[in-house]
Each structure stands twice: as C-alpha cells, then as structure tokens.
C-alpha cells in the first residue's frame, strides 16, 4: 500500500521538475522574445534606410506586385506625374494611379489603352526600356523590369531638356555640314 509520504515524495521531484521546465522555458521565451526584438529592429533601420535612399534618388521608381498593387514609389515618381503623394499609398492598382495621372494631364494615352499596354509589357520576362510621350508635353524614359513572383520595378526619368538638347545639337551638326559642303560646291 502506497503511504501518504511516499506519495508525496514521488510527486516532489516532478514538482520540481515542471517548475524547472517552466522556468527554462520561461528563459527561453525570453531570449526568444529579445532575439526576435533585435532582428524587427534591425530590419526597421535597414527598410528605413532603403527607404531614404530610394526616396532620394533622381529617376521616379515604382514597386508593383503581381495583383498591379503599388508597394511602393518614391517622391521623384509623384512629382513626374504630378500626383500627390497621398494618392500613392500601398495597395493602390495600378488603374487608380492610372486615373489619377489622366486627371493631371500626365498620361501617355487612355486608361484602357495603357492598362492593356502596362498588362502585355507585366507578361513578359525581360528587361524593357521605351520613351512615352506625356500630353502635358514631356518626354518619359521607363525601365520596366519584371519580378520573379509576377510583380515588377520600373523607373522613370523625366528626359524632355535632354532629348530637347539632343535635337539642338543635331540641328546644329546638320548645318555645320551643309556649310562645311556649301562652299567647295557652291564656291
């Protein structure tokens, strides 16, 4: 027959082993909870970093996923296309950003126009470049560089006073030949 002691003898030592076992995994909890704090907070400064310099940089970029959600874009994007920042918060599609720059006059063609063009350009794999001509008059670059998981990159440069300058300098060299041609001809 088992003893009132005996009973509580047994029953002392898992006592002391569960009490053991709480705080062991109390203490790892612990320095689970302070390595899982450390690695948000490091995180946090390397996206803010990445952030500012992103925010920083003189080409308009763009982060969409694949759904043509916005992630994000930085403030030289809103100003190419004259959109007020708030308007370009994530999780807005790429059709409401779309209206917007139609409503701005910074659209290269129609919504549908654009979306079906953006939707042929987004099935593709590689790397594509082409100018768009704004119908408030400037010249777009865009790089557009599709994304593994369906999504894409693109950035923007804003190359008007370039190619504006590119047209000088061609002007001037096709007279510079007339006239260097002229007077062995003309003469």
């Known amino acids: 027959m088992v003893t009132k002691s005996s009973r509580q003898a047994a029953q002392a030592p898992e006592s002391t082993e569960l009490a053991t076992l709480a705080k062991l995994a109390g203490s790892s909890y612990e320095t689970l909870e302070r390595e899982l704090r450390a690695t948000i907070a490091t995180l946090e400064q390397q996206a803010l ?11 308009g970029i763009c982060f969409f996923d694949a759904a043509e959600r916005l992630i994000l874009c930085n403030r030289r994007y809103a100003e190419i296309y004259r959109i007020a920042p708030e308007h370009l918060r994530p999780g807005r599609t790429l059709g409401e950003i779309v209206e917007r720059r139609i ?55 804003d190359i008007t006073e370039l190619t504006a300058n590119r047209l000088i300098v061609d002007e001037r060299i096709s007279l510079q030949t007339l006239i260097d041609w002229c007077p062995t001809t003309c003469g």
Do not use: K
């Open 103 to 157: 409503a701005a006059g910074t659209s290269a063609m129609a919504s549908d126009a654009y979306l079906a063009f953006a939707r042929a350009v987004n099935s593709g794999t590689t790397l594509r470049n082409w100018t768009a001509n704004l119908t408030d008059g400037r010249t777009i670059q865009i790089c557009h560089q599709p994304m593994p998981d369906g999504g894409w990159v693109a950035t923007h440069e």
């Open 49 to 59: 970093r990445f952030e500012t310099a992103i925010d920083n940089i003189s080409q």
